[in-house]
């Protein structure tokens, strides 16, 4: 109880209560279910993509290429619904997720085996995901009456109030909650960015454990792909572009360590959360969504400084042990 009284967590959920309030205290129907369902629901995406982006901080890595994967993974999926419109929705989900997951695996092979750094490596593969769409396109977009209205409807479909997209990020949340606390992946994670010299004698290997991160932030980042594209009924080079600063924003709000080993899942979910109140806020208090920017870069920096100041130890005074003595 204590822990969770001094965690990231609880000052993440008293700044949104925060937000929440001030925003009502000007537009009460922003509070309203059906209004926090509909921004739960926007936010989902980042969600999906703040747990595959955190999952590799904890690594002591990063993902810069999650939102030109999921275009590229979007495009793909597209093309095979012009193609083949009575292919089943969920043939269609193991596509995105593997189709992504192959991306994630490239990053992670050139990081494990080539040992090139990471911001290096996904830099470089973000221009290449995107420069394949304009390859597979021409830069032509692929419109909502080119695909089929079983493809769109997915993530509107709503099951007990809720659209699948939103219950999708739920299970998405619950799955990596139980991963990440309860099985020896979910350690080996966090004991390859925590110390990974300790990690190494250990028996982990840490290269193969920051494949397997990036493998799971593609698989999420195909998913979201198709979600996104299909939610939106449009798929084209630019599709997210941009986002990937926003979920690295919302890992680092959500107290993951941008030097690897410490995070966690509900700490990213709070995190995504917070910057999707202010997205869906800023327009309705009559502020330009460029603030939006300016806001995330703020926290950011706060959020840096409060990790920094969280893990600081003080070290040994031993002059003053020695003067005692003397």
């Known amino acids: 109880m204590k822990r969770f009284l001094a965690s990231r967590e609880l000052l993440l959920l008293i700044a949104i209560g925060l937000l929440l309030g001030v925003i009502s205290s000007r537009f009460p129907a922003f509070i309203a279910p059906s209004n926090l369902v509909a921004v739960f629901n926007d936010t989902s995406p980042l969600i999906l993509l703040a747990i595959g982006q955190m999952i590799v901080i904890l690594t002591k890595c990063i993902d810069l290429s999650v939102a030109a994967n999921l275009a590229l993974t979007g495009m ?114 966090y004991a390859a960015g925590g110390n990974p010299h300790a990690a190494t004698y250990a028996g982990i290997n840490v290269g193969r454990t920051q494949f397997w991160a990036f493998t799971i932030s593609g698989a999420l980042a195909g998913l979201t792909g198709y979600l996104w594209v299909s939610r939106f009924a449009v798929a084209y080079v630019d599709v997210a572009g941009g986002f990937e600063l926003t979920v690295v924003a919302a890992c680092v709000i959500g107290g993951v360590s941008i030097m690897g080993g410490i995070g966690s899942v509900p700490g990213a979910l709070l995190g995504a959360l917070f910057l999707g109140i202010i997205a869906n806020a800023l327009p309705v208090v009559n502020i330009s969504p460029f603030w939006q920017m300016a806001i995330s870069g703020g926290a950011i920096i706060i959020a840096v400084v409060l990790n920094a100041q969280a893990n600081r130890t003080p070290g040994r005074i031993i002059l003053k042990r020695a003067e005692h003595a003397t």
């Open 76 to 189: 793909v999926v597209s093309l095979i619904n012009i193609a083949v419109p009575g292919l089943p929705i969920v043939v269609m989900l193991f596509i995105a997720v593997a189709f992504g997951a192959v991306l994630g695996m490239f990053n992670g092979l050139l990081v494990w085996k080539l040992a090139i750094p990471p911001i290096v490596v996904t830099l470089g593969t973000m221009t290449i995901f995107r420069g394949t769409i304009f390859l597979l396109t021409e830069g032509k977009w692929v419109n909502s009456h080119e695909m089929s209205d079983t493809f769109k409807a997915f993530p509107r479909t709503e099951i007990l109030g809720l659209p699948v997209l939103s219950w999708i990020a739920i299970a998405v949340v619950i799955l990596f909650t139980i991963v990440m606390t309860r099985t020896t992946l979910g350690r080996a994670f």
